[in-house]
């Protein structure tokens, strides 16, 4: 079986969320289950640097519409999982953020740039490539390889079957009837079966109507966004193509992500030496400046500061969590406005709240390790890895009942399966009642002892999800 990863960003190297983990480590796990997959990802600065020795083994040509000729360049990652940099520095050699521009904005030609990594997704996949190897399945992520699909479907030479995963549906890649023709794509596509939404043409509707199957990165999810509540305009195309959905629940890195043996940790801990994550806890606050006290639950968010993420809420509710009491410590980036209310809070409450705008990798590893609760009250999450995370590290989170933080946490109410603790409406006192239930049970230590054991037990590898990816391959 052979297998294109089509995905528009890659962990360590590019990342503004969960996709670039999902494409870091999904690939070498779907290996292991004795899948040829290669991955194809923009080569930009970060890669480029990376990987200087990548050799170039094709130019593909007429493409059509305003799409360039570009370099495909081959490489292989560190764990061996060969790699396809898309080579145009006109499109690619930018610095920062993939999708934004320095002001913040979207880059005015990001259908251009997305086009033509779907495009070239497509091409491998069809007669016209020139490539020496030749994939079965077309493996594509978000509305930045959404289009793959539809090139397949109405170009000539189709060879792959397409299957396209939704990390997020909120994010749809909406442009103009005029990116029709710039895209190479022809008229017959302009429809409601086609790439046509609303009068836009959407990189994500076209993926959900033309793939040969959809899947999202947890089975809530699945569920959720065939609802009109939760499907983002999308919600009666999913119900349509609801016998080609399934969920699939990410993993983690579980050698990156392990107290054990972290190299980011000050003081390695696991299951049976739990009390010396204590130390963790101290020199984290000592890192941002908190009171070093053992006597007060630390609680931690490291996250996208945004709505999405229902951190609002818990800008309502941080003087009354404080008061508990208890310390806090933010990690994140985001909304402006959210930036500088939390940096206000910190700088009110100084040796009690810490904020820190930006992101450490090594930083966001020692949050986990160090914090006691993690606060996860997002409105939606398609699957979440922070609660995996925490989880795993011993430090029960705080989530709100939707998408993969359902599935994953267990309420602390289950004395024989908890291990954290959840709400139901995303309100500021549903989050406020459930950090106080948090706070209570941290000063039981046979509870919290109990809550910590059963997440660091649960099985939160990618072995599971590349089996089920696998089936799903094969049943294309």
């Not at 990342?15 to 480590?25: C, E, F, M, Q």
């Not at 890192?287 to 818990?314: C, F, H, I, N, W």
Request: charged content about 20%.
């Amino acid at each position: 079986m052979k297998v294109l990863f089509a995905t528009s960003e890659l962990a360590p190297w590019v990342k503004t969320g969960g996709l670039g983990d999902v494409a870091g480590s999904l690939p070498a796990a779907l290996r292991a289950q004795g899948i040829d997959v290669r991955v194809l990802v923009p080569a930009y600065p970060a890669l480029v640097q990376a990987f200087p020795d990548a050799v170039e083994i094709a130019r593909p040509h007429w493409l059509g519409g305003l799409l360039p000729t570009p370099g495909l360049k081959q490489a292989a990652m560190p764990d061996g999982t060969p790699l396809l940099l898309l080579d145009y520095p006109h499109y690619f050699d930018r610095p920062g953020n993939p999708y934004l521009g320095p002001e913040g904005r979207d880059w005015l030609d990001n259908h251009l740039r997305f086009g033509l990594l779907s495009r070239v997704a497509a091409w491998i996949g069809s007669e016209a490539s020139t490539l020496d190897w030749q994939p079965d399945v077309i493996h594509c992520n978000d509305w930045q390889t959404g289009l793959a699909p539809a090139y397949l479907q109405f170009l000539p030479g189709r060879l792959a079957k397409s299957l396209l995963t939704v990390h997020n549906l909120a994010f749809q890649g909406l442009f103009d009837h005029a990116s029709l023709f710039e895209l190479g794509l022809p008229d017959a596509s302009w429809n409601l079966n086609g790439v046509e939404y609303y009068g836009y043409l959407s990189f994500l509707k076209a993926g959900l109507q033309l793939a040969d199957a959809i899947s999202t990165v947890s089975p809530s999810y699945a569920r959720e966004i065939q609802t009109d509540a939760e499907g983002m305009g999308m919600a009666g195309l999913l119900r349509h193509r609801a016998a080609r959905l399934s969920g699939i629940l990410n993993g983690i890195d579980t050698e990156a992500w392990n107290p054990a043996t972290d190299h980011h940790l000050p003081h390695h801990y696991g299951p049976r030496r739990l009390e010396e994550k204590a130390v963790n806890k101290a020199r984290l606050q000592e890192e941002v400046g908190l009171e070093v006290r053992d006597d007060l639950p630390l609680l931690a968010v490291v996250s996208r500061l945004t709505e999405q993420k229902g951190l609002d809420l818990l800008l309502q509710i941080t003087p009354q969590a404080l008061e508990l009491p208890a310390q806090l410590v933010i990690l994140g980036s985001g909304d402006r406005a959210m930036e500088h209310a939390f940096a206000s809070l910190a700088h009110r409450h100084p040796g009690q709240c810490a904020v820190r705008i930006g992101f450490d990798e090594g930083f966001a590893h020692r949050i986990e390790a160090g914090a006691d609760i993690f606060l996860m009250p997002s409105r939606f999450e398609p699957c979440g890895l922070n609660q995996m995370y925490s989880l795993r590290y011993g430090t029960p989170p705080v989530v709100r009942a939707t998408g993969g933080l359902a599935d994953t946490v267990v309420d602390a109410a289950d004395q024989k399966h908890g291990n954290g603790f959840v709400f139901g409406p995303p309100t500021a006192a549903a989050l406020l009642d459930a950090a106080q239930r948090a706070t209570t049970a941290w000063r039981d230590p046979a509870l919290w002892r109990r809550l910590q054991k059963h997440g660091m037990a649960r099985d939160s590898s990618w072995a599971t999800a590349a089996r089920h990816y696998a089936d799903l391959y094969r049943s294309l």
